[in-house]
């Protein structure tokens, strides 16, 4: 079993930051690319950032220049630094992995998070 924990969410004002955790434990031989996915009430979850084991990065245009993605290789862990929080950030963040598992089989399976409530008030 793997499991995907966020935490950091929380209330901002606008202007304001926030920082984000996710760390990904259990039966786990590697983890590939990590992502940070955001729902709006009433939207389709949309990708924010993802990040490979090497450090590449890849933003929404919306949050370009506004948020920064990171991991921590040996702690499982990928991080969202969200800085100049806006109204229309506001949204349930959830962590996502590619996960290779320790089994015999070393399967590569897709996680979720539970999803950290953002909220920023304007």
């Known amino acids: 079993q793997v499991h995907l924990v966020e935490s950091g969410g929380g209330l901002s004002q606008a202007g304001g930051s926030l920082r984000l955790s996710c760390a990904a434990s259990?039966?786990?031989?590697?983890?590939?690319?990590m992502r940070w996915y955001r729902q709006a009430p009433g939207k389709q979850r949309e990708l924010v950032a993802d990040?490979?084991?090497?450090?590449?990065?890849n933003y929404a245009d919306s949050v370009k220049g506004r948020f920064a993605i990171s991991r921590d290789n040996a702690e499982n862990t990928v991080y969202l630094q969200m800085n100049s929080l806006k109204p229309e950030d506001t949204a349930v963040y959830y962590c996502?992995?590619?996960?290779?598992?320790?089994?015999?089989?070393?399967?590569?399976?897709?996680?979720w998070g539970q999803g950290t409530q953002v909220t920023v008030s304007s």
């Open positions: 996502n992995a590619d996960i290779v598992e320790l089994t015999p089989l070393r399967r590569l399976t897709n996680y």
């Open positions: 990040i490979t084991p090497g450090g590449s990065t």
């Open positions: 259990g039966n786990i031989n590697g983890v590939n690319i």
